[in-house]
C-alpha cells in the first residue's frame, strides 16, 4: 500500500512518538487504533518498522492465534486496544497478566508478542512489523523533525534579539538616572555563549515536554501537504532554508 494514498497516514502523523522499553529494548513508537483497524511505526534509531491492519487481517490472526476462543473481530479488536495501547504509548502494561516482548529476525523484520486474557482464557496477539519505505519515514518523522528545528532555531534567534533590545532599553535608562526600586529585580547583561553552555549541560526534562505539543503543533498544519509527497506545501513547495512562521516546509 502506498503510504501517501493510505487514509490513516494524516491521523497518525499527529500522533506523538512515545519512548517504550520491550525487554529492555529501547524504542520510540507511534501507534494508531481506529475502530477495527490499525497502523504502528516503531524505531530504535537505527530502523524504523510499520505494520498496518484492516478488520479482516486482524480476525484472520486473532482467530490463527486464539483457537480456543470464539469471538467477533470487534471484540477481539477491543480486548487489543485495551492491552496494546497502554504498552505503546509508554504507560506500560494492563493489568498482572498483560505481558509483552519482543524478537528481531533476522530479515530484519521485528516481532512483538502480547498475551493477556480475554473471558477466562489465554489471549494471544502479535505485530508483525517491517521495515518502513524511506519516504514513510521522511513523512512521519524525518521532515517534522526539520520543521521543528527550524522553528525553534528561529523562535530562539527572535528570543536573543528580545533580549538584547531589552539590555539595550534598560541601559538608556540607566544612563538617564533612572534606578530600580527593588534590588533584586537587577539582571546581568544577556551573554549568548555562558547561556548557549549552561542550558546544554543541564537535563531541562519540561523543555523536551515542551517539544512534544511543538511537534504536533508542527504535524497539524503539515498534515495535508507531507501526505503528499514532495512538491506540494505551502507555495506550492518544500523550502526548510527558507522556512517562516507561515511555512514550515
Not at 38 to 50: A, G, H, P, Q
Not at 121 to 139: D, M, N, Q, R
Request: proline share 5%; with cysteine; hydrophobic share 40%.
Amino acid at each position: 500500500m502506498n503510504p501517501r494514498t493510505d487514509p490513516a497516514e494524516d491521523v497518525l502523523l499527529q500522533h506523538l512518538w512515545h519512548p517504550v522499553s520491550i525487554d529492555g529494548c529501547q524504542l520510540l513508537a507511534k501507534s494508531w487504533f481506529g475502530e477495527t483497524a490499525y497502523r504502528i511505526l516503531l524505531t530504535d534509531m537505527n530502523c524504523v518498522w510499520e505494520e498496518r491492519m484492516d478488520a479482516v487481517a486482524i480476525e484472520s490472526r486473532a482467530q490463527g492465534l486464539n483457537r480456543r476462543l470464539r469471538a467477533s473481530v470487534r471484540a477481539f479488536f477491543s480486548h487489543l486496544c485495551e492491552v496494546a495501547q497502554p504498552c505503546l504509548s509508554g504507560g506500560g502494561q494492563t493489568g498482572d497478566e498483560a505481558q509483552i516482548s519482543v524478537r528481531r529476525w533476522e530479515d530484519g523484520n521485528i516481532t512483538l508478542r502480547l498475551k493477556s486474557e480475554l473471558a477466562g482464557l489465554p489471549f494471544y496477539w502479535e505485530f508483525h512489523c517491517s521495515p518502513a519505505p524511506v519516504a514513510l519515514v521522511c513523512v512521519q518523522l524525518v521532515r517534522p523533525l526539520l520543521a521543528m528545528s527550524r522553528l525553534l532555531q528561529r523562535q530562539v534567534e527572535h528570543l536573543e534579539d528580545l533580549l538584547v533590545r531589552k539590555d539595550e532599553e534598560i541601559q538608556d535608562y540607566r544612563e538617564n538616572g533612572a534606578t530600580l526600586s527593588r534590588e533584586r529585580l537587577q539582571t546581568d547583561i544577556f551573554d549568548k555563549q555562558p547561556y548557549t553552555e549552561d542550558f546544554i549541560e543541564k537535563d531541562h526534562i519540561s523543555f523536551f515536554e515542551d517539544l512534544n505539543l511543538e511537534y504536533v503543533s508542527v504535524c497539524v498544519f503539515l498534515c495535508p501537504y507531507l501526505c503528499q509527497g514532495p512538491g506540494v506545501g505551502p507555495s506550492n513547495h518544500f523550502d526548510i532554508v527558507s522556512f517562516d512562521h507561515k511555512t514550515f516546509l
